[in-house]
T-cell receptor
Framework: TQLLEQSPQFLSIQEGENLTVYCNSS?????LQWYRQEPGEGPVLLVT?????EVKKLKRLTFQFGDARKDSSLHITAAQPGDTGLYLC??????????FGTGTSLTVIP | DAGVIQSPRHEVTEMGQEVTLRCKPI?????LFWYRQTMMRGLELLIY????????DSGMPEDRFSAKMPNASFSTLKIQPSEPRDSAVYFC????????????FGQGTRLTVV
């Protein structure tokens, strides 16, 4: 069983639409990260959140860590084709040992 | 810095053969991770080294899998004997010392066992 479940698994939207990706667990994490992975490449870090209830913004991307530090969400405003990729959340129970979620594959259609 | 370097990028081998995947972490990084990625199971943590010492290998699927880190600049993941179900993309990642640090991934090795 996966420690972190992401939803939806697949998402296809039109350019300009908004979307939210969810990352859920029954475990409490010391920190949580979001990565984006493009075909043929390794994941690349987008953000790290460490405090329950924390909200971080990265241009059109908004990341939130749940109050209980068991879940997180990623909201993208006015999606663009360049946002296409696999979005992965990763949680650390302790230290730097991160466990990755199941992933959300996003396609933004021009 | 060239980033995390993995070799080979692609490997096709026959069932029963030994496969060795190689990783050169970013210089100065103290932590090294091996992950396996498949469509069915996503990105799974196989083993984690800190200062060249294996800290957690609970993700290693079977005794057929072994990993070593003889020094701070090199690690290997070996599968012997390989099976078709081992087909996946294997990633190596490294991170610096400290908490909440970023993991830098290599480009991965796509392994196909036929």
């Amino acid at each position: 069983t996966q420690l972190l479940e992401q939803s939806p698994q697949f998402l296809s939207i039109q350019e300009g639409e908004n979307l939210t990706v969810y990352c859920n667990s029954s475990s409490v994490f010391s920190s949580l990260q979001w990565y984006r992975q493009e075909p043929g490449e390794g994941p690349v870090l987008l953000v790290t959140v460490v405090t329950g209830g924390e909200v971080k913004k990265l241009k059109r991307l908004t990341f939130q860590f749940g109050d209980a530090r068991k879940d997180s969400s990623l909201h993208i405003t006015a999606a663009q084709p360049g946002d296409t990729g696999l979005y992965l959340c990763a949680g650390a129970l302790t230290g730097n040992q991160f466990y990755f979620g199941t992933g959300t594959s996003l396609t933004v259609i021009p | 810095d060239a980033g995390v370097i993995q070799s080979p990028r692609h490997e096709v081998t026959e069932m029963g053969q030994e496969v060795t995947l190689r990783c050169k972490p970013i210089s100065g990084h103290n932590s090294l991770f091996w992950y396996r990625q498949t469509m069915m199971r996503g990105l799974e943590l196989l083993i984690y080294f800190n200062n060249n010492v294996p800290i957690d290998d609970s993700g290693m699927p079977e005794d057929r899998f072994s990993a070593k880190m003889p020094n701070a600049s090199f690690s290997t993941l070996k599968i012997q004997p390989s099976e078709p179900r081992d087909s996946a993309v294997y990633f190596c990642a490294s991170s610096p010392t400290g908490v909440f640090t970023e993991a830098f991934f290599g480009q991965g090795t796509r392994l196909t066992v036929v």
